[in-house]
């Protein structure tokens, strides 16, 4: 149990159109709340039960409700092995660093970035990854130091393959002056116009954003503001963070990622159109997960790189299962899933559990199952399983508990039964109670 409770105000279900498949209507639908304030370790465990942060805004999909169910992805950063086509981007990286090949051209229209990092499309939706630390000096310039790198420099553990990699590709050899120079800063997320520059170049080329929809106090919203605790390390390294990539000392690229106490997540990641060619989404990743690695020195429970959301309905989606080994979350028992034992599963099935159930959980599966509701008969067998435990979870929450909890109303701490708002939330905040669970929702002041 934390001492320090999290503020959260319950925006029940809300349904948009969805930027995978591309559908017109609303058939994207999420749970979430708005949070004023997170602390690191309870957003850990909602990360871990399949929730994502946008801004301040926490959302969780409705699987068997929406059109294309995203399940949470991670990568053991210590049992990493980059693939062939991974390697593959690191090469180009290094030739255009080294020799300048393959660099900047004319901001065209991408697609699909292979494997590279696909953007989850709508505002809200994750993106994928990037980072790390290092940088390459033509000749004698000193490196920006991060956070993170002064965080690390006391520890000594041998670095990974991928860490050789990258950290060779990046650095400048004595008789062969690079081409061009590389670093990378790593400093808590805060607004600048340079930045908010290459975000809004990065959103009207690649994802076709009209310029009008875009301003700085949306993208700070978007990608600066964060219900984490403002990080200050060492003596605080949890946060948001943005991992700045710089050409030639230029911004060419950003990410934005949360340092929680058990995993490195991935939020958004941003470039500049022009270097294109260079995959920077994969690199990005690759350059992430080695500062996971780099992380873990210094906070010994990191040992995962969260990529946000697989989406296995969407072709475009399915690259994060490149970044191997990697585990899907099940959404029925909240463990974790070795993703090429889970994929099978969603072939056959568009959303189910992906672990074993217990015995619990089977005895509501029966009992729901003979039910007659509607809604049933035209959903698949798995999300008509995945739909029994959840409504078991929610049917285990009692009225009693629900006004138990603690909520913040003008300016006083109520138990929620009290509050004027209680009648209108009561079902959002019950919803609420059974996808945090018992040990969490304790922790959480409901702010009405
Ligand atoms: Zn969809």
Redesign the pocket.
Known sequence: MSYRPSFLAPTGHTSSS?G??H?SSS??VCTGAWAYELTAPHYQTLVDRGWRRSGQYCYRPALTE???PALTIRCDVGQFVASKSQKKVIGKWRKFLAEGKGGPTKAEEEEGKEEGMVVDAEEGAEDIPKLSSTRTNKKTKPPSTSPQQSMSSASHSQPSALATLLTAAETSQPDHPSSHTFHTTLTPATYDETTYALYALYQTTIHGDAPSKLSPKRYTQFLVDSPLPKASPPDQPFGTFHHKYYVDDKLIAFAVLDILPSCLSSVYFVYDPAYDKLSLGTLSALKEIVLAESLAKDIPTLRYYYMGYYIHTCPKMRYKAQYSPSDLLCPATYTWIPTDRAIPILEAEKVAPLAELGDEEAESLADSCTSTDDSTLIISKGAQRLRAVEQAALASVSDRDVRALRAFEEGALVPFGRTETYQDTKEDVKELYALLGEELIQDVILVT
Do not use: D, E, P
Request: proline fraction near 0%; glycine fraction near 0%.
């Open positions: 969805c995978y498949c559908s058939t994207s929406t059109c294309c």
